[in-house]
């Protein structure tokens, strides 16, 4: 075989690859079980101080304050990823992640046909604030969010993915809205890409004492509704911080990976 033959055969240099440390789980002000401080310039300050590099803002059934807290972030080196978390008819909580606006509001139109129309007690659930950029306030949300959607575990899987998103089962270990204390197992007709365990327990310790899990992926993050409540102990290898680079991330494919690192 001549050189020229060999070159033309020689297989392409793999993607530059980049760590980000990231938390994909952070609640706004519109998450009425937030704190009033979790407004985006304090939602960014926060995550670039502690040197989180990504982010996902997941409000509770809501998308609202998204946009706000992208604007906030930008000039900035923070990234800011789409998403919800959402409420299952079976009351399992579920990370919801996109990449864009579009994708999210779109799904945002499905969730809102599913929810049920029940008024905010703002004394007894917490103000539901959608804001701008500065944290200046816009309008309440006069719909309670902490609601189950008429969405199953499966239909809410479908309709991520037909939509182009990830979606992760979130804090599975928990008592309140965990996959693992409500269903008992993880559904094999859905395919479950990632689980997240809660700050309270270690990846080793999890797959222990739920052995259901040990096949899965398993990610961390802070489930943020006060600005001490940031982890960033889940470090993703990309090669660029978009859903189908964190999904060959928790497969562990193509040189892309995500670590959990010890909570300091």
């Keep these: 075989m001549g050189p020229r033959l060999a070159r033309r055969i020689t297989c ?3 993607a530059p690859v980049k760590t ?4 994909l789980h952070v609640h ?5 079980c937030a704190q009033v401080e979790m407004i985006p310039p304090l939602i960014v300050r926060e995550a670039l101080d502690l040197g989180i590099q990504l ?33 299952t008819r079976e009351e399992v909580h579920l990370l919801c992640l996109f990449d864009t606006l579009d994708q999210t509001f779109a799904f945002q139109t499905i969730v809102d046909a599913h929810l049920p ?19 200046d306030f816009i309008r309440s949300e006069e719909r309670l969010l ?17 939509l182009g998103g990830i979606l992760i089962p979130a804090h599975v270990n928990r008592k309140s809205f965990g996959l693992l204390e409500i269903l008992g197992f993880v559904p094999v007709e859905v395919p479950v890409d990632a689980l997240e365990i809660s700050r309270h327990i270690t990846p080793q310790k999890a797959r222990e004492t739920f052995p259901q899990i040990a096949a899965y992926p398993l990610i961390q993050n802070g489930d943020v509704h006060g600005l001490d409540g940031f982890l960033g102990t889940s470090h993703y290898t990309l090669a660029a911080p978009t859903i189908a680079e964190i999904r060959k ?8 990976s995500v670590r959990i690192a010890p909570i300091p």
């Design 28 to 32: 706004t002000v519109l998450s009425p």
């Design 20 to 23: 980000y440390r990231a938390d």
């Design 12 to 14: 392409p240099k793999t």
């Design 117 to 135: 129309n029940i008024p905010n007690n703002p004394d007894f659930f917490g103000e539901q604030f959608v804001v701008d950029e500065t944290g």
């Design 55 to 87: 982010i996902a803002v997941t409000d509770h059934n809501a998308t609202a304050n998204i946009q706000a807290v992208m604007k906030a972030a930008q000039d900035t080196e923070l990234i800011v990823l789409p998403g919800m978390e959402l409420q």
């Design 249 to 256: 991330a928790v497969q562990n494919l193509e040189g892309r």
């Design 146 to 162: 902490l609601s189950s959607a008429d969405l199953s575990f499966e239909q809410a899987w479908a309709q991520v993915d037909q």
